[in-house]
């Protein structure tokens, strides 16, 4: 079954950096887009970053030059490096896979879309 756990939250002063890390996990064909989402309390989920095996990533304009997505395909893992942090970051951060696992014959088996357990980042002095 295809998992993807998630590590690196944690609490930051405003102005630090923190790296978020997510792996995907299982018995995978393939990995089109990685990225992450994240949720802050009484709003809405909302994407922060996303990237696809062959494109460039896509950020939300509120982290464009303070966050940078990452990915390492061999090890089916997506980053999120966080720098210049602001108390509005604050939210619990969400990975994002879209993913074709394999079926019981090896082969490709049906695409679907997975999400990480969540981590929380605090933002705070």
């Known amino acids: 079954q295809v998992q993807l756990v998630e590590s690196g939250g944690g609490l930051v002063q405003p102005g630090g950096s923190l790296r978020l890390s997510c792996g995907a996990s299982?018995?995978?064909?393939?990995?089109?887009?990685m990225g992450w989402y994240r949720q802050a309390p009484g709003k809405q989920r909302e994407l922060v970053a996303v990237?696809?095996?062959?494109?460039?990533?896509n950020y939300a304009d509120s982290v464009k030059g303070r966050f940078a997505i990452s990915r390492d395909n061999p090890k089916n893992t997506v980053y999120l490096q966080m720098n210049s942090l602001k108390p509005e970051d604050t939210a619990v951060y969400y990975c994002?896979?879209?993913?074709?696992?394999?079926?019981?014959?090896?082969?490709?088996?049906?695409?679907?879309?997975?999400w990480g357990q969540g981590t929380q980042v605090t933002v705070s002095s």
């Open positions: 994002n896979a879209v993913i074709t696992p394999r079926n019981s014959n090896g082969g490709r088996g049906p695409t679907y879309t997975y």
């Open positions: 299982g018995s995978i064909f393939s990995i089109n887009g």
């Open positions: 990237t696809t095996s062959g494109g460039s990533p």
